[in-house]
Structure formats: C-alpha cells, structure tokens
C-alpha cells in the first residue's frame, strides 16, 4: 500500500481517527449519520475545481472518502501498486471524513476534486448548485445481499410494516435528514402514517441502537453492519422489515463523484481513474474473503478481522441505478424535504465509465 502523503497528516486526521471521530467502528453504509467530533478537513494537493499539483504533468486526485460500505475505493488504494494507470496517468490522495458533510465541506473549500457521498446528500447538493458530477457507484442496497432491517425485541407489537404496528412508535434514526432518516420516514409513509403526528424519529448512535431497543428508549430502529449483527446474536433482537420493503425499490447506496470542473480539464485522466476503479470492484467481486481481509489489516475498519470477513456486505458496482437515484428525489418530496422534485438531469454523467 503506498505511503500516504504528508498533507493528509497535516490535516489532523488519519484513517483510524476519522473511525474514532465518529464513535464506531463501521456503519455499514452510513458515513452520512455519524456523529463526527473529528477535524475532518483534509488538507489536500490540489484546487478542487483545477487540475492538482501532481509531479510533472501527473495530476493528482484528492479524493474524499467515508469509512462503510466503500470496500472496492478503499481495496483500489491498497492494490494501486498493481493497477494499470495509478502512478503513470495521475497520483491520487485518498482522504478519510467520517461523514458527508465534512466531504463536501472540504470540496467547497477547494481541498477535493473528487469524493463519495451518500445518494440523497447528492440530490441535496445538486439542489445547493455544488458543482460536482456523480461519475460511477460505489455500494447499492440490492435484495441479493446486505440491506439494513429494522429491528425489535421478541415480545414487540411490531409485526411489520403495517399502520397497527406502527402507531404511535419511537423509531432510532442515526441523524436527521440521513439516509437511515430517510428510511424511517419512508417506513412511517407505506404504513399510512406520518412522522410527527403518527410516528416519533429518536436520534440514536448505531452503537447505542441494540441498547435502546432492548431497553424501550426506541420501539425499532434501522441497523447497519455490524450492529445489526450485534443486535440479532448478541442482545436476541429480530428483524421485522427491511430497508427495501420501506422504501419499496432498491437502491444506490454510496456515489463517487468528481469537481465538474475537473472533469472539463481532466476527462482522460477521470476515464483511466474509473478503469483502475473497476478493476478494484471486479477483484473485490472475484474474491471479497480476500479483499475484505486486506482492507481490514490495512485499518479501515476497526472490526475484528475474523469477524469483519463474515459479515454480508452491500452490491458493488461501478454503473449507478439512475432510475433509483430518480425515485429518491420523490421519497425525498413525498416525506417533505423538498418542495418540488430536483432537477437531477445533469448530476451523473457515466460516460467516463469503461466500456
């Protein structure tokens, strides 16, 4: 794995710090929710709306990553010795934030060009004018793997996803207007019912979740890995929904996207960072056991390896379900976080992709 740059020291936080930040040691996915105490500005090498300071006429990709559910961008950086492009067509920094908003902070103040983000903060931003383009996908939420559920004690009067059982209940939300925010409102809407007047949202750490539910402090809440794990063989919770029965569709996850800008000025260099980016999520996808294993002992995560390599992990792709990112700008209007639909036409541009 290469050595990470001084600038990334510089800013005050490693890796492990920005995992420490947020009181967790991986949430499965919602970087977005975490409760960040941490600096979480990397410092950078280049103008997020320019080309870098790479060596030479090498560019160099400051990128803004989270600490879940980002496996094959996390497996590309320790493998970078063995891609085709990395060192040759550019050099990339790769900075960990432990959640959304510091990201896009970061890019804002011009330390990134290039970043993950959670697909409703993508909607979020395009509404705000930030010039940034979703490029490629990172994790989706699809039935054939991992996605979160909600989780209740054995004795619970939920018993499922139905006005009944969820009347007047307290539901764990990691942060407001979150990913996981988002999903318990949904839950609240396909009951017939609406967060506030039906339904209270608690803001609930994912550590603290198993606890709460076991303790009443909250009816059910929404667990990511390995929380969710924690919750089923540890403190005896069980599932009653999902996050796709909530939702009624499957979905993009985590999206990476790029400066706009820098995309003008640097499109071929973006298109040999994605076939580098691929060839990350197809190794990941050819042999997770031993990528999930090398991402653990290069620090990561902070989960045990032994039990980090068992956990289901999400659908990783390098192509975003567009169609998804469509329906998320709807849930978002229909639960009232935006008066009118975004106009996203122009957040992603997957021509970048390899064919």
Do not use: K
């Amino acid at each position: 794995m290469p050595t990470r740059p001084e600038s990334g020291a510089e800013s005050g936080i490693s890796r492990r710090a920005a995992i420490a930040a947020s009181g967790v040691a991986l949430t499965g996915g919602f970087a977005g929710c975490l409760d960040s105490n941490g600096n979480g500005n990397g410092t950078g090498n280049g103008n997020g709306n320019g080309t870098g300071n790479g060596n030479g006429d090498v560019p160099t990709i400051t990128l803004g990553h989270g600490i879940a559910a980002e496996e094959p961008l996390w497996l590309m950086e320790i493998i970078s010795d063995e891609l085709d492009h990395w060192g040759e067509a550019y050099e990339a920094e790769f900075i960990p934030f432990s959640a959304n908003d510091e990201r896009l902070q970061a890019f804002q103040a011009g330390e990134l060009q290039a970043g993950t983000a959670a697909a409703i903060t993508t909607i979020f931003a395009t509404e705000s004018g930030l010039p940034m383009t979703v490029v490629a996908n990172v994790s989706q939420s699809r039935e054939e793997t991992f996605t979160e559920e909600f989780l209740v004690t054995p004795d619970s009067d939920i018993d499922g996803l139905n006005a009944e059982s969820l009347q007047d209940t307290r539901i764990g939300i990691c942060a407001p207007r979150s990913s996981c925010d988002m999903w318990a409102q949904s839950a609240a809407l396909q009951a017939g019912l609406e967060v506030g007047s039906d339904v209270e949202v608690v803001v609930t750490p994912f550590p603290s979740m198993p606890e709460a539910v076991n303790g009443g402090e909250v009816d059910t809440a929404m667990f990511p890995q390995p929380f969710h794990h924690t919750g089923i063989n540890e403190t005896g919770l069980e599932p009653v929904f999902d996050v796709i029965d909530a939702t009624g569709f499957e979905h993009d996850l985590m999206e990476l996207w790029f400066s706009t800008q820098f995309l003008e000025n640097n499109g071929e260099v973006v298109e040999l960072f994605l076939d580098d980016y691929a060839t990350a999520v197809e190794q990941f996808n050819d042999d997770p056991e031993s990528s999930l294993e090398m991402i653990a002992e290069a620090g990561y995560v902070e989960t045990p390896t032994e039990l980090y390599v068992d956990l289901p992990y999400y659908t990783y792709s390098v192509s975003p379900m567009t169609e998804s990112l469509e329906e998320i700008n709807s849930l978002a209007v229909e639960i009232g976080w935006l008066d009118e639909e975004v106009s996203i036409d122009h957040l992603w541009d997957l021509s970048y992709l390899p064919d």
